[in-house]
């Protein structure tokens, strides 16, 4: 029965993702911005934005005994880490492999180049000095409220440029562009902000709701299994809460939309690797465990190929294959 309902939620977020995407692209093409801004922030944050809740009410709420807090640690640290894990390496290679049938393993993968870099940059300096941030002494609160604010900054940084950097590469061929009509202007309304928005609020509210009765079913399995907090935070919840709403990426680039299937993976990457660090650094004890610091290795080694690949020429479909590699890399790691 747990596998049916699992089956179901799947529909919800497939369906989901087609009715928020559709109506994405007509919020970008309305606005006159760029697949950049479009697939890196509002794609990126919207998808992103409800599974920040889980690492958020895991730190929070898990107060009413020592070793409760201990497991709300154990789950906001392992869910702050294993997402942009999840993204940096199995995301991108399903991905990929959406499309290997059709352009081959040898096939190209065309991004807008000045974005993607931009995205990747901030990424792994975040997610660098959020490393770093482990071996800073608990002694030291200052010091370590100080790196939180300063990647708290860093993310609003990184948005403002991606914003300033809209109008020229709308004017070099990459606005976004709606291919289809919007699904709601089937049924005879008009094409407006204000349908744009309800739209957008229906599919985001279907994704919430596939999501977390994906989640549901995904942690009673755990608990069968019988597994660590830690572990569950790492491997089970990001692929609960991100990996089915990023099927986003999948339909946009079967759809050849390469850039927005890009930006709505390495900017919730950005979005995972500031924001959500930052509060770790700042309110759990943010130590280098085992399967922490492995996380974290792996997830910078998987941006800094995918930085190195695309600095080099371009990305194949094979390419990401590796990404792929390395997220089973750590299972092995993690598992041992």
């Given amino acids: 029965m747990i596998f049916v309902q699992l089956f179901l939620m799947l529909v919800i977020i497939l369906i989901a993702a087609e009715i928020f995407t559709n109506a994405l692209e007509h919020l970008g093409e309305k606005l006159g911005i760029s697949e950049g801004v479009t697939g890196s922030i509002f794609a990126a944050v919207g998808t992103a934005l409800p599974e920040t809740l889980v690492p958020l009410l895991a730190i929070f709420t898990y107060t009413s005994s ?46 807008e180049r000045t974005g993607l870099l931009r995205d990747l940059n901030f990424f792994i300096f975040a997610f660098g000095v959020a490393a770093i941030a482990m071996y800073v002494p608990h002694t030291l609160p200052a010091v370590r409220y100080g790196i939180g604010a300063c990647m708290v900054m860093t993310y609003f940084v990184y948005v403002m440029m991606t914003i300033n950097a809209s109008k020229a590469l709308v004017e070099g061929g990459h606005a976004t562009e709606a291919q289809t009509d919007m699904y709601l202007c089937r049924l005879g309304m008009p094409n407006n902000m204000v349908v744009i928005a309800v739209q957008l609020f229906l599919g985001l509210a279907l994704l919430i709701v596939g999501a977390k009765g994906f989640i549901n079913q995904v942690e009673g399995v755990a608990a069968i299994i019988g597994i660590s907090a830690l572990l569950l935070s790492l491997l089970i919840i990001p692929i609960a809460t991100e990996l089915p709403e990023k099927v986003n990426s999948i339909l946009w680039i079967r759809k050849g939309k390469d850039t927005l299937a890009f930006g709505n993976i390495t900017g919730a990457m950005v979005f995972q690797g500031t924001l959500l660090p930052a509060i770790g650094i700042m309110l759990t004890p943010w130590e280098p465990r085992k399967e922490v610091l492995w996380g974290i290795i792996i997830t910078l080694i998987a941006a800094v190929w995918l930085r190195y690949l695309m600095a080099k020429g371009g990305i194949r479909v094979w390419h990401l294959l590796v990404n792929g590699a390395m997220y089973l890399t750590y299972l092995a790691i993690a598992l041992t």
């Fill in 66 to 111: 020592a070793a409760n807090e201990n497991a709300g640690h154990e789950i906001g640290v392992g869910a702050i880490l294993g997402a942009p894990l999840m993204l940096a390496t199995l995301s991108l290679s399903l991905m990929a492999i959406s499309v290997w049938k059709r352009r081959g393993t040898q096939g190209h993968l065309r991004p």
